[in-house]
C-alpha cells in the first residue's frame, strides 16, 4: 500500500476531521495539521489528502498557502486526494479547484475528490440551530472509507469523485 498521509485543517465543528479519520483508517495514513507538517517531509509519502471545511467559499488558506510553499515541479509522479465538508453541497467541486489547480500546478496528479455535508452552524444560521445538524453521519464516513478504497483500488488508472449526503 502507498504510503500516505492527509493534512487536514478543520476549524467550525471539527466535521471534516471525521472525514479525514474514516479515510486515514483505510490508508493506515496519519492525519496532519498543515502547520505540523514540514513540506521536507512529503519525500516520504507517495498519496497526500488535502482536506478541510469550506469557508466563503473555498478551503481554509492554510492549505492553498501550504502547497504553494513547494518548490516548483519537485515532485515526481505523486498522488493527491482532497476533500471537503460544507452548510451547502451545490459547489463543491468549484470550491475544489483552486486547490487541484495548484496541486497539478506542482506535479501531482490528482487521484480523487469526496465531499460531504458538515455541521453549519456559521453566523445567522446558529440563531436557527444550524443546517446539517448531524452530518458527517455515519453514512457520510461509509461513504468516505468506500471513496479511499476505491482510490487504493484504481491506482494511478483513473480518478474518483463522490459525494455523500
Ligand atoms: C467562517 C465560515 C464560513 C463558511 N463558509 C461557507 C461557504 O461559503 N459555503 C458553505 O457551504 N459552507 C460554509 N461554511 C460551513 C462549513 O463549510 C461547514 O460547517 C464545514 O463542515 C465546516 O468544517 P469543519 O468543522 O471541518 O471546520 C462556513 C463556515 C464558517 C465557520
Request: charged residues 20%; proline residues 5%.
Given at each position: 500500500?502507498?504510503?500516505?498521509?492527509?493534512?487536514?485543517?478543520?476549524?467550525?465543528?471539527?466535521?471534516?476531521?471525521?472525514?479525514?479519520?474514516?479515510?486515514?483508517?483505510?490508508?493506515?495514513?496519519?492525519?496532519?495539521?498543515?502547520?505540523?507538517?514540514?513540506?521536507?517531509?512529503?519525500?516520504?509519502?507517495?498519496?497526500?489528502?488535502?482536506?478541510?471545511?469550506?469557508?466563503?467559499?473555498?478551503?481554509?488558506?492554510?492549505?492553498?498557502?501550504?502547497?504553494?510553499?513547494?518548490?516548483?515541479?519537485?515532485?515526481?509522479?505523486?498522488?493527491?486526494?482532497?476533500?471537503?465538508?460544507?452548510?451547502?453541497?451545490?459547489?463543491?467541486?468549484?470550491?475544489?479547484?483552486?486547490?487541484?489547480?495548484?496541486?497539478?500546478?506542482?506535479?501531482?496528479?490528482?487521484?480523487?475528490?469526496?465531499?460531504?455535508?458538515?455541521f453549519?452552524?456559521?453566523?445567522?444560521?446558529?440563531?436557527?440551530?444550524?443546517?446539517n445538524r448531524h452530518h458527517p453521519n455515519e453514512?457520510?464516513?461509509?461513504?468516505?472509507?468506500?471513496?479511499?478504497?476505491?482510490?487504493?483500488?484504481?491506482?494511478?488508472?483513473?480518478?474518483?469523485?463522490?459525494?455523500?449526503?
Amino acid at each position: 500500500m502507498a504510503r500516505s498521509i492527509i493534512i487536514c485543517k478543520s476549524v467550525h465543528h471539527q466535521n471534516t476531521w471525521k472525514v479525514a479519520q474514516a479515510v486515514a483508517d483505510v490508508l493506515h495514513a496519519e492525519v496532519v495539521e498543515p502547520e505540523e507538517f514540514p513540506a521536507a517531509d512529503l519525500d516520504e509519502y507517495e498519496l497526500v489528502g488535502f482536506g478541510s471545511g469550506i469557508y466563503y467559499g473555498g478551503f481554509h488558506p492554510s492549505l492553498l498557502n501550504w502547497i504553494r510553499s513547494l518548490p516548483d515541479a519537485a515532485l515526481v509522479h505523486r498522488r493527491a486526494f482532497v476533500f471537503s465538508t460544507s452548510g451547502l453541497p451545490l459547489l463543491w467541486r468549484f470550491w475544489h479547484r483552486p486547490l487541484t489547480t495548484e496541486l497539478a500546478r506542482k506535479g501531482f496528479e490528482v487521484s480523487g475528490e469526496f465531499h460531504c455535508r458538515g455541521f453549519d452552524s456559521w453566523g445567522p444560521l446558529g440563531i436557527f440551530g444550524g443546517i446539517n445538524r448531524h452530518h458527517p453521519n455515519e453514512k457520510d464516513l461509509r461513504h468516505a472509507a468506500e471513496f479511499a478504497r476505491e482510490m487504493l483500488a484504481t491506482g494511478d488508472r483513473e480518478q474518483v469523485y463522490r459525494a455523500a449526503g
